[in-house]
């Protein structure tokens, strides 16, 4: 018989039916529960400016990203199901705040060239972070990933072009996309987690094959990547230590602060309340509509039985 050991050891998918240790599961959970949390309470920032988009066009392409975060959630929420929890506990973790969602949903959006920042920066960051979760060694949690990439990807495009869009236009849009990327960009580096010497989880969550990459790695991987772009679109990173190391072939970047990453962690962050406060809301609002469904999807039920 194939063991959980096994599967691991061939690099080969564990599936829902497989044994599998008791942490790992508690691992899975936590992290995919995150994650789910983050895509709906995502929406929030950008959502805020869906009747602000300057044309048609921006309107059309912000809705369709913040229905994809929505879609992404729902993928989450169901590879997670999985593993033995209901939606509704993990939707109660998070309201109760015993669950956590990504710190950079605890940032204001200012502006409209914020927008273009999200994109750009968070879904970038995104994109590194997830691409080798498409690898990951959970398979219901590696198959969400793969379409829930190729959406970021997208998404990392279309914020990219409209700050091309600012930067490039009159001196106040210029101005506007540089502010956006001054206040984004260290939160973005924040995204990956604490530095690897203080990182809890990412020493067994590599030999589980859950993580491939360290918070360190990924983090620098992004910057590698980011810092050409910035270039491409006449922007300016916020940090005078950012130079080119030959010998690493990699950027050198100042210190990030991460004293302002556990804080917001913590709760302590512009918008914690806010966010916390809307999502509560919005679930309080819907209730009437999970009642209808449940209540038409048991009258289905029925009339099966019925028939039967
Ligand atoms: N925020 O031991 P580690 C998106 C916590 S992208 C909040 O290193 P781990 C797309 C961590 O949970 C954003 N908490 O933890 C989008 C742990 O606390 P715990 C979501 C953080 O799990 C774009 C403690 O610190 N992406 O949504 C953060 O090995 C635009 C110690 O940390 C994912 O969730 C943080 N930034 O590594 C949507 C990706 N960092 O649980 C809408 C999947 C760390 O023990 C609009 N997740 N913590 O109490 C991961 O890859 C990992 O969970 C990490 C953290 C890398 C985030």
């Known amino acids: 018989m194939t063991t959980f050991d096994d599967l691991i050891a061939a690099q080969e998918r564990v599936e829902p039916r497989d044994d599998m240790p008791d942490a790992y599961r508690a691992t899975l959970v936590r992290q995919i529960a995150q994650h789910a949390h983050s895509e709906i309470i995502g929406m929030q920032p950008e959502g805020n400016w869906l009747t602000r988009a300057p044309s048609l066009r921006r309107k059309a392409i912000l809705l369709a990203k913040v229905q994809d975060e929505a879609g992404h959630g729902l993928y989450l929420y169901a590879a997670a199901e999985t593993l033995g929890v209901s939606r509704d506990e993990l939707l109660d973790a998070l309201h109760g705040g015993k669950q956590k969602y990504s710190s950079i949903f605890n940032y204001p959006t200012l502006t409209w060239a914020d927008m273009g920042a999200i994109g750009w920066l968070v879904d970038g960051a995104a994109i590194v972070n997830q691409v080798p979760l498409c690898r990951c060694s959970y398979g219901p949690y590696a198959r969400a990933m793969v379409r829930i990439c190729k959406e970021e990807s997208f998404h990392q495009r279309q914020g990219f072009e409209l700050l091309q869009t600012l930067s490039h236009g009159t001196e106040a849009q210029h101005a506007m996309a540089q502010d956006a990327v001054d206040r984004w960009w260290w939160p973005a580096l924040m995204m990956f987690g604490p530095p690897d010497d203080a990182s809890t989880h990412s ?68 918008c ?27 009258k289905q039920t029925q009339k099966g039985r019925d028939v039967a």
């Not at 309340?273 to 048991?298: F, M, N, P, S």
């Open 203 to 270: 020493t067994q969550s590599m030999a589980w094959g859950i993580k491939r990459f360290s918070n360190d790695a990924l983090r620098q991987r992004f910057v590698d990547m980011t810092v050409p772009q910035a270039q491409v679109l006449g922007l300016t990173l916020p940090d005078p230590d950012l130079s080119w190391d030959a010998e690493r072939g990699s950027w050198d970047f100042g210190e990030i602060d991460f004293t302002e990453l556990y804080e917001v962690v913590k709760g302590n962050g512009p």
């Open 272 to 298: 914690n309340a806010q966010r916390l406060g809307a999502r509560v809301q919005a679930h309080e609002d819907g209730a009437w509509v999970r009642e209808a469904a449940a209540a038409y999807a048991a």
